[in-house]
């Protein structure tokens, strides 16, 4: 049983660029968390999503900042115009209900 | 508001000692605490949890104990090992997860 999968682990944007980060979530898992962490701190909760429905997004930018979990395919995490303080490491969380949240990998995005 | 607060942020141990992380949180209306390790380059692994309707849990060498009253959380790891080592964060769940600040973990050999 697959874990949580994110891609790209990797991604080196300049300024003005657009990122997109990708979140698969596990089988049977249709709740979707997108969380930040900046170096040397803890994480923040950004968006809460459900098939097709943003659930909660008071952690997300007012701005640049926008996500989707569509009826098919993976959870998109979009940054539109980067800035050098949105580099960080992004994770997705997956959950079969309300509770257990499980991570993946998460990508480490670097803005230049 | 919701906010956890965790301590100590760093914690050093000698292997085959234990270890004790705590957490308190302001929000009582929190009903589900895990655990998480986040090992270097890695995402956060669940390691334990604990529901407001139980006061103790324990997993092998871990274990989390939970006062509702004073809201506060704790993680006990004994007979530390190297492989340990990691920063460990608590959470509180209020529809999406609040996390402590973290705790850097090294155990010694």
């Known amino acids: 049983n697959a874990g949580v999968m994110q891609n790209p682990r990797h991604l080196v944007r300049r300024r003005g660029q657009e990122a997109r980060l990708r979140c698969s979530p596990m089988k049977g898992h249709s709740h979707v968390y997108w969380y930040r962490q900046l170096p040397e701190e803890g994480l923040k909760f950004m968006v809460y999503?459900?098939?097709?429905?943003?659930?909660?997004e008071s952690g997300m930018p007012k701005e640049r900042f926008s996500a989707e979990f569509p009826k098919e395919g993976p959870s998109i995490l979009r940054i539109q115009q980067v800035v050098r303080g949105d580099s960080a490491a992004y994770f997705c969380?997956?959950?079969?209900?309300?509770?257990?949240?499980?991570f993946g990998p998460g990508t480490r995005l670097t803005v230049l | 508001g919701e906010n956890v607060e965790q301590h100590p942020s760093t914690l050093s141990v000698q292997e085959g000692d234990s270890a004790v992380i705590k957490c308190t949180y302001s929000d009582s209306a929190s009903n589900y605490f895990p655990w998480y390790k986040q090992e270097l380059g890695k995402g956060p692994q669940l390691i334990i949890d604990i529901r407001s309707n139980v006061g103790e849990k324990k997993d092998q060498r871990i274990a989390v104990t939970l006062n509702k009253t004073a809201k506060h959380f704790s993680l006990h790891i004994t007979e530390t090992q190297p492989e340990d080592s990691a920063v460990y964060f608590c959470?509180?769940?209020?529809?999406?997860?609040?996390f402590g600040q973290g705790t850097i973990l090294t155990v010694h050999p």
């Open positions: 959470a509180a769940l209020y529809g999406k997860l609040t």
């Open positions: 969380a997956s959950s079969p209900g309300v509770r257990e949240q499980f």
């Open positions: 999503l459900q098939k097709e429905n943003i659930i909660d």
